[in-house]
C-alpha cells in the first residue's frame, strides 16, 4: 500500500534557524511529490511539488525540497525560518491506482520561537 | 483571484439530523474533493466529482453523500449525523492530472452532540 510517513508531530526552532521537516513515501514507482502549508484557521495552501529533473526543488517563501530516491524520502527545508513560518506542514504524494490519488501524510506542527 | 469558498463556516448539529455542507470554486476546474480532517490523521478523502453530475467515493465515504450539480458547486450531505463526525471539513477544487494543485477552502468546522 501507499503511504506517507511524516514522523514528527511537532517541531519547534528559533527565529532565524535553519529547518528540517521530514517526510518518507512508500511506493513503488516515483510518485509525485508534494509540500502544503496550512496557516491557522485557512485551508491548505502548496508550498511546492516535484516529479523528476533536479531532486532539488524550490518554493515559495524560501522553501526548498530535496528528493531521494534511495531513501524514499522528500524532506522539507528551509535556510532561516521566521514566526510567520509558524503553520502545520503536510507532505503528499500522487499515485495513480485506477485513478490519480493524492495521499496526505499526517502533518507536522511547525512552532517559531521569537 | 480564483477562490474556493465553503459554507458555514462552524455548524452544531444534533445526532441523527441531516447536515449539508456546501462549496463554491471560482477556479473552473473540473475536479473538486471534501476531505476531512483529524488530529493524527491528516486529511482524509471522503467524496470527489470530476466534474457536473459526477460523483466518486474516496477512501472513507460512508455515512457521508456527495452532490455536483454544477461545475461551481460541490455539497457533501450527511444524512444522519453521528458524533463521530465531528471534524472539520475541506473542499478543495483542482486543475487535473498527476501533479494536479489543489485549491483549498477555509473549511467548515462541524460538532455533532
Known amino acids: 500500500a501507499q503511504s506517507v510517513t511524516q514522523p514528527d508531530a511537532r517541531v519547534t526552532v528559533s527565529e532565524g534557524a535553519s529547518l528540517q521537516l521530514r517526510c518518507k513515501y512508500s511506493s513503488s514507482v516515483t510518485p509525485y511529490l508534494f509540500w502544503y502549508v496550512q496557516y491557522p484557521r485557512q485551508g491548505l495552501q502548496l508550498l511546492l511539488k516535484y516529479y523528476s529533473g533536479d531532486p532539488v526543488v524550490q518554493g515559495v517563501n524560501g522553501f526548498e525540497a530535496e528528493f531521494s530516491k534511495s531513501n524514499s524520502s522528500f524532506h522539507l527545508r528551509k535556510a532561516s525560518v521566521h514566526w510567520s513560518d509558524s503553520a502545520v506542514y503536510f507532505c503528499?504524494?500522487?499515485?495513480?491506482?485506477?485513478?490519480?490519488?493524492?495521499?496526505f501524510g499526517s502533518g507536522t506542527q511547525l512552532t517559531v520561537m521569537p | 483571484e480564483a477562490a474556493v469558498t465553503q459554507s458555514p463556516r462552524n455548524k452544531v448539529a444534533v445526532t441523527g439530523g441531516k447536515v449539508t455542507l456546501s462549496c463554491n470554486q471560482t477556479?473552473?476546474?473540473?475536479?473538486m474533493y471534501w476531505y476531512r480532517q483529524d488530529t493524527g490523521h491528516g486529511l482524509r478523502l471522503i467524496h470527489y466529482s470530476y466534474g457536473a453530475g459526477s460523483t466518486e467515493k474516496g477512501d472513507i465515504p460512508d455515512g457521508y453523500k456527495a452532490s455536483r450539480p454544477s461545475q461551481e458547486n460541490f455539497s457533501l450531505i450527511l444524512e444522519l449525523a453521528t458524533p463521530s463526525q465531528t471534524s472539520v471539513y475541506f473542499c478543495a477544487s483542482g486543475d487535473g492530472g498527476p501533479a494536479e494543485t489543489l485549491y483549498f477552502g477555509s473549511g467548515t468546522r462541524l460538532t455533532v452532540l
Open positions: 477556479n473552473n476546474h473540473n475536479n
Open positions: 503528499a504524494v500522487s499515485i495513480f491506482s485506477g485513478s490519480w490519488q493524492l495521499i
